[in-house]
């Protein structure tokens, strides 16, 4: 065996779990379970000698294996059973580094000061993976990948050992990034630098009015967009192809792990397509996000602007460009009393049907920004660490009725605040709802939830739920039900497991 793999494997032992919680934590990634805890990750990255890097959100190395995964096919960000993989290869590209380059970490590299740094590394890093199947330690890298993705479905393979490869090759430039290390194996993952494209015309076809008014009256139908892809085609604009495929890539054979229709296409076929989508966007994406680039992070499926992060003052503002947009989904942070009044002027947006709108210190006295029409049209809604404990703010959520699926997770929630939401109107039609981290709930929400007819979707975790209320909702054959907590049975707990192995993909 190759001395440098021999030495990464002996490694391996060094990221076994220190405590329970930490093996608890590990086994629920590999199981891919959405809400995992972190505590082995942070435990890994300090064992295999990476720098402290800031971990507000989550640590650097989920974000490697988020990104890792993304890169390699964006339709499988939530086939969570990669992340594992994903995870180990990091961890292993930052060894396998340390062994070609003599420089061993022990926690004193460099480490990001800003997320803006390490989102701006792991763009170009988690890429790399292409370049290091193709450098001088393939056939080792072979190896560890051939390893971490042997468990993965055959029907996921192609687009899993692309991701671990993207993996292990933003391992390795961790560790040259954190210690400065020089190798031929690390200069060959560099990005070759390109010549900067020529500045796109200000306007190269005019605004389709009726066009786009038929996209936002039909979001989820690909018959509108084709329709404006190929005006924009014959009026010389390139948005036209983007449009064309993206809407292509909607629709990929992977996409069936999700419930997605297939296509046939083959990871060949995937792969040009993204390169050719990543030109496009490389070359026109400033010029077609004139007027929205007022957020964090936004995402393109299909040929628009499908989903963005940013502050509510922002969005606020730019509502009336993204009303011309066929947006998804949101999450809107920073919210402060002072923009009520903005907010209850803003209409609601024509496609926007999930919003997440945690975090932002709703209170009871706040709490009537909900009723305000903007949120009248969602469909999904999430309020997650807000403070809930008086129902009237509950009550607040009466004019959102077409709600379906809700998160008041760790917004204490007490038993009135329960009986106000099972008297909301939309109470009767939710199919997911998540009350999870809400100490004060007991079995009382048994009977309460009697009245939620549609409901397969539930999220009980860590309440001062028993066995007792555990077989009753197991009675109800929900399609997903979670009930962990300090009071129930290990028996309970091995019969939730068999009847509920995996965690269905549902994202707040």
């Not at 947006?327 to 009393?337: H, K, Q, R, S």
């Not at 549609?454 to 555990?470: G, H, I, P, V, Y």
């Amino acid at each position: 065996m190759d001395p440098i793999l021999a030495g990464i494997i002996a490694l391996r032992p060094l990221r076994e779990p220190a405590t329970a919680s930490g093996r608890a934590a590990r086994q629920a990634l590999a199981s891919g379970d959405h809400d995992t805890p972190f505590e082995w990750v942070l435990e890994a990255q300090q064992a295999m000698g990476w720098a402290s890097h800031p971990s507000d959100f989550m640590p650097l190395a989920v974000a490697v294996s988020n990104r890792a995964i993304n890169e390699a096919n964006d339709e499988l960000t939530w086939f969570r059973l990669l992340r594992l993989p994903c995870l180990e290869a990091a961890f292993e590209g930052y060894a396998l580094a340390a062994a070609l380059t003599g420089l061993e970490g022990k926690n004193a590299g460099k480490a990001f000061t800003r997320a803006a740094d390490s989102s701006k590394f792991l763009k170009t890093a988690a890429r790399a993976g292409e370049k290091l199947k193709q450098g001088p330690v393939a056939a080792l890298g072979s190896e560890l990948v051939a390893h971490w993705t042997q468990g993965v479905p055959e029907a996921a393979q192609e687009d899993a050992r692309a991701a671990v490869w993207n993996a292990l090759a933003a391992g390795m430039l961790l560790h040259q990034y954190e210690h400065g290390s020089k190798h031929p194996a690390l200069a060959a993952l560099k990005a070759e630098k390109r010549a900067k494209a020529a500045p796109a015309p200000a306007q190269i076809a005019p605004e389709a009015p009726k066009l786009i008014d038929a996209i936002l009256g039909a979001p989820a139908d690909d018959g509108p967009r084709l329709v404006y892809a190929d005006w924009l085609t014959q009026h010389g604009d390139p948005r036209g192809e983007f449009i064309q495929l993206q809407c292509t890539l909607g629709r990929t054979i992977f996409g069936s792990l999700h419930g997605v229709s297939k296509t046939g296409k083959r990871p060949a076929e995937v792969k040009a397509l993204k390169l050719r989508e990543l030109e496009l966007l490389e070359k026109h994406e400033r010029q077609w996000l004139e007027g929205l680039r007022f957020f964090r992070e936004w995402q393109w499926h299909r040929g628009f602007i499908n989903s963005i992060t940013g502050k509510a003052a922002d969005f606020l503002q730019g509502a009336a460009p993204l009303s011309r947009v066929p947006l998804e989904a949101a999450e809107l942070t920073g919210y402060v009393p002072g923009l009520r009044a903005a907010m209850a002027a803003t209409q609601p947006h024509p496609t926007l049907r999930a919003l997440d709108f945690s975090l932002n210190r709703i209170t009871a006295k706040t709490a009537g920004v909900l009723s305000s029409p903007f949120f009248s049209l969602l469909r999904q809604l999430s309020v997650r660490g807000n403070d809930f404990s008086d129902p009237a703010s509950i009550r607040s959520l009466a004019t959102v009725t077409r709600l379906e699926r809700l998160s008041l997770s760790a917004t204490d929630l007490g038993p009135a605040g329960l009986e106000a939401l099972a008297a909301a109107p939309f109470f009767p039609q939710l199919t997911h709802l998540v009350l999870g981290m809400n100490v004060r709930l007991d079995a009382s929400v048994v009977e309460l939830l009697a009245g939620a007819r549609k409901l397969e979707w539930l999220d009980l975790s860590r309440l001062n739920l028993d066995d007792r209320a555990a077989e009753a909702l197991l009675a109800r054959n929900f399609r997903y039900l979670d009930v962990s907590g300090p009071r129930i049975s290990k028996r309970m707990q091995a019969e939730l497991a068999r009847r509920y192995p995996e965690r269905p993909s549902f994202a707040f």
